[in-house]
């Protein structure tokens, strides 16, 4: 093994950006955020754990396809590393260890759990950072709309219509977070930024990058 890869480093590394595709797009399909499956530690060690695994199955498939004395072309190593990869894979999520009818380690549950683990972090570091991103935008979007509260209440309005809820429903909200900032004695832009945050992230992001635009205009 440690000749193979000395030999064939390239063909390691392809094993292991091989690895890292599957698991990336794997775990993408469920949280939706490559920033948080990055981040998180317990993805790298999924991975290291995999792209050992593979390497052992491609040497195997090396070893067992290579005529003696032939070389493999590039083609046919890219065809071997896919296949070991999924290969890899497969088995992991199907083997089972038994002593004559017992099962004695169950690999599939291990490594399913494992993968469950994984998609926990990583959903908890991309709730975390949403919550963060949120809060930030909102603070722009107040500090965009500062002593403009008729401007942004228009906003309000327009953003929480968007959705199913009629405009009487909406003006009673508004209403109320008027009576709550009266109450607490802070501003309305505030408050209305952060409901427009925490309906749309998004659509508040956009007001804050358009009211820049029109502020950098006037200069």
């Given at each position: 093994m440690?000749?193979?890869i000395?030999?064939?480093?390239?063909?390691?590394?392809?094993?292991?950006?091989?690895?890292?595709l599957?698991?990336?797009i794997?775990?993408f399909i469920?949280?939706?955020?490559?920033?948080?499956?990055?981040?998180?530690q317990?993805?790298?060690f999924l991975?290291?754990?995999?792209?050992?695994l593979?390497l052992?199955a491609?040497?195997?498939?090396?070893a067992?396809?290579?005529?003696?004395?032939k070389?493999f072309?590039?083609?046919?190593?890219?065809a071997?590393?896919?296949?070991?990869t999924l290969?890899t894979v497969?088995?992991?999520q199907?083997?089972?260890?038994?002593i004559g009818d017992?099962?004695?380690v169950d690999?599939s549950t291990?490594?399913?759990?494992?993968?469950?683990?994984?998609?926990?972090d990583?959903?908890?570091?991309?709730?975390?950072?949403?919550r963060?991103f949120?809060s930030?935008?909102?603070?722009?979007l107040?500090?965009?709309f500062?002593d403009?509260?008729?401007?942004?209440?228009n906003?309000?309005v327009?953003?929480?219509t968007?959705g199913?809820?009629?405009?009487a429903?909406?003006?009673?909200?508004?209403a109320?977070i008027?009576e709550?900032a009266?109450?607490?004695k802070?501003?309305?832009?505030?408050l209305l930024?952060?409901?427009?945050?925490k309906?749309?992230?998004e659509?508040a992001d956009?007001?804050v990058?358009?009211a820049?635009?029109r502020?950098?205009?006037?200069?």
């Open positions: 440690l000749e193979f000395r030999s064939d480093g390239l063909f390691a590394g392809g094993i292991a950006v091989a690895t890292f599957y698991l990336l794997d775990l469920v949280v939706k955020t490559f920033t948080s499956i990055l981040k998180a317990s993805f790298w991975w290291l754990l995999i792209s050992i593979n052992l491609f040497e195997a498939l090396h067992q396809s290579a005529a003696p004395g070389q072309g590039h083609a046919q190593e890219l071997l590393i896919v296949f070991s290969g497969a088995i992991l199907s083997l089972t260890l038994k017992r099962k004695i690999v291990i490594v399913e759990n494992f993968r469950t683990t994984v998609l926990e990583i959903s908890r570091r991309a709730a975390s950072s949403q963060k949120t930030r935008t909102a603070d722009r107040f500090d965009a500062r403009k509260p008729a401007e942004l209440r906003e309000f327009r953003v929480m968007f199913e809820r009629d405009t429903q909406v003006k009673a909200e508004l109320k008027e709550q009266d109450a607490l802070a501003p309305l832009e505030m930024a952060q409901r427009v945050a309906a749309d992230v659509e956009r007001l990058r358009d820049v635009r502020a950098a205009a006037l200069k």
